[in-house]
């Protein structure tokens, strides 16, 4: 299994709708994030969080919630999807420290129409 | 704000043509500056990790070095399975900023 799990891989949805984007992780790690990828633009962190109670958003979380529901879950929301939403959303791992890399899943390709 | 820059956006390469990206970077207190591969459909994976300029790392034929205000990828006699983009990261207190990557395509 991997490390870092994302569910769904894909997903098409219409505008207005709610999404909800799941993420879960084996590497015993407090840290998770939520990262959007597209063409150009890199990565842009969306939310992240250092441990369960903790919650914190990053450059570009207009339009998104979060919620940790446990060590090794990390879910993310549209609350209501519009089109330029459509991108590549990665979730992430690290340890506490500065001296680590995150481990990243392998991501959810989300279009909205 | 932190800013990271990577050039070329897109480099293509016959195999055994060595080349390196170039990845500059404004941060206020740097903690490491990180080097990952991604693939088509994937997500991003770790190469490596430096700390301070003068350093050096080194993974089969990927060299990454650090100065105080970039950092270079260099690929030595690259081969078609190197192909895939490569991104820097930047990380100050509490999170990594990234770069848009270098996309490289080695040809046989």
């Known amino acids: 299994d991997a490390d870092v799990t994302q569910t769904p891989r894909n997903r098409i949805t219409k505008t207005g709708k709610r999404i909800m984007l799941e993420c879960s992780q084996t590497k015993g790690h407090d840290r998770m994030y939520w990262y959007r990828q597209d063409p150009g633009l890199g990565l842009r962190l969306i939310y992240y969080?250092?441990?369960?109670?903790?919650?914190n958003k990053g450059e570009i979380s207009d339009g998104y919630s979060v919620s940790r529901q446990a060590q090794a879950k990390f879910s993310l929301s549209l609350e209501s999807a519009i089109p330029n939403q459509t991108a590549l959303y990665f979730c992430?791992?690290?340890?506490?420290?500065?001296?680590?890399?995150?481990?990243f899943g392998s991501g959810t390709r989300l279009t909205v129409v | 704000e932190d800013q990271v820059t990577q050039s070329p956006e897109a480099l293509r390469l016959q195999e055994g043509e060595s080349s390196s990206l170039n990845c500059s970077y404004t941060?206020?207190?740097?903690?490491?500056l990180f080097w990952y591969r991604q693939d088509p459909g994937k997500g991003p994976e770790f190469l490596f990790t430096l700390y301070s300029a003068g350093e050096e790392k080194e993974k089969e034929r990927l060299k990454a070095t650090l100065t105080k205000k970039e950092s270079f990828l260099h690929i030595t006699a690259p081969k078609p399975e190197d192909s895939a983009t490569y991104l820097c990261a930047v990380l100050n207190d509490y999170k990594l900023s990234f770069g848009a990557g270098t996309t490289v395509t080695v040809r046989a």
């Open positions: 969080s250092f441990d369960v109670k903790d919650i």
């Open positions: 941060v206020s207190g740097l903690r490491g």
């Open positions: 992430a791992t690290s340890e506490a420290g500065y001296n680590y890399g995150y481990t």
